[in-house]
């Protein structure tokens, strides 16, 4: 309901935001649930929850977020705090730095690999990529604020 005073938990580990596959898309996604992509986006991605990029989707992308699927093309670096999955079907060409990855028989990874044996106590405390959507939201508004009332 819009303008409904109840706030509504979001589920990370469930997919909030599909890109269709008749969809281009250019521009950043922040988002703090999980995303799939069927279409193609030109773009970065920071995620709180998880990215699924499907067989025939395209992106040309740095992504970061909790676990990353990758089933079609991606061209860009991937960030997790937990594992990168490349299937059979998915192409990856760029830098990852994962917690662990799985590379199907039949997909493809050219690009360099970092592997974070554990989360780090900056992670926890934020420190990392991934981002609270509302917060940097929060955060940017009060900076335009600063910067309009001089």
Known sequence: ??????VRRIDAK??????GGSTI????????????IEGQL??????????TIGENAVVQSNIHARDVIVAGKVKGNVHTKGKLIVTSSGILIGNIDVRSVIIEEGGIFQG?????????????SGGGKVIDAKAHKQQKNEQQAAAGGN
């Open 112 to 124: 360099s690999s970092a592997m974070n044996v554990a989360v780090t106590a900056s992670d926890k």
């Open 42 to 51: 030109n773009g970065d991605i920071e995620c709180a929850g998880d990215i």
């Open 14 to 19: 469930t997919t909030d935001t599909l890109i």
């Open 25 to 36: 898309l250019e521009g950043k996604i922040m988002s703090e649930a999980s995303l799939r």
């Open 1 to 6: 309901m819009i303008g409904s005073s109840k």
